[in-house]
């Protein structure tokens, strides 16, 4: 699903050049559960970013589903993203004057789905992360976990074939968390292609293969255990 080949990203601070990604291959396979893991600044957000397709590599190439999406134009790039990838932030990233099924479906308003089966869409999808019943309820009376179910179901509606999960327990407690990786393993159970970028290793292992990123260059690669 997702093949990368040699890519490479530099930004320029002040005088001086940092090589977010040096020469980077990686992919994935569709149906699997892969952690990007790496400390901060070691390049994990800008691989994010070029999953994502939200940004471009100066060298390389990246194939999704077998079509090059690392020279397309920013318009045909939006295109691709809104249809093939779901994205889950840290902080949840809901609009506080509308409710869990407004959040939900104003993606789907945007493609210009009826609101009528944007509803039910989103009613379906809030069922799925389990908050049935909930669907009326702002995200100041949702607690942290149930936010980000909602940011999930978001997500989910799109029907995505990629869902990118960036630090998505970041803000959450312990408890919660372990909350939010069981949902994320069983979306991937049910054949939901994951992507998780996490700093943290020990959250990675819960996926079914770990990738490592330090300094801009993928250094090692095992199944988690």
Request: glycine letters at 8%; hydrophobic letters at 40%; proline letters at 3%.
């Amino acid at each position: 699903m997702i093949s990368m080949t040699h890519l490479t990203k530099t930004y320029r601070m002040g005088d001086d050049e940092v090589r977010a990604l040096d020469n980077v291959s990686f992919q994935v396979k569709r149906g699997e559960f892969v952690a990007i893991v790496g400390p901060s600044g070691s390049g994990k957000s800008t691989l994010m970013n070029m999953i994502g397709l939200l940004d471009s590599p100066d060298s390389g190439t990246y194939l999704l589903d077998g079509e090059d999406v690392s020279r397309m134009s920013d318009d045909r790039l939006a295109g691709v993203r809104n249809r093939k990838i779901g994205f889950v932030f840290q902080h949840f990233n809901l609009l506080g004057n509308m409710n869990a099924r407004e959040n939900v479906r104003l993606p789907l308003l945007y493609r210009g789905m009826r609101v009528a089966e944007a509803d039910r869409l989103a009613n379906c999808m809030l069922e799925k992360v389990g908050l049935a019943g909930r669907e009326k309820h702002r995200p100041t009376q949702l607690s942290g976990g149930q936010q980000q179910r909602v940011a999930i179901a978001r997500a989910l509606a799109g029907m995505p074939e990629i869902l990118l999960a960036d630090e998505p327990t970041g803000a959450l407690d312990s408890r919660t968390s372990v909350e939010i990786m069981d949902m994320l393993k069983e979306l991937n159970a049910q054949g939901q292609t994951v992507v998780l970028i996490t700093h943290n290793p020990e959250l990675a292992l819960e996926a079914n293969r770990t990738v490592t990123i330090a300094d801009g260059v993928l250094y090692e690669e095992a199944k988690a255990v």
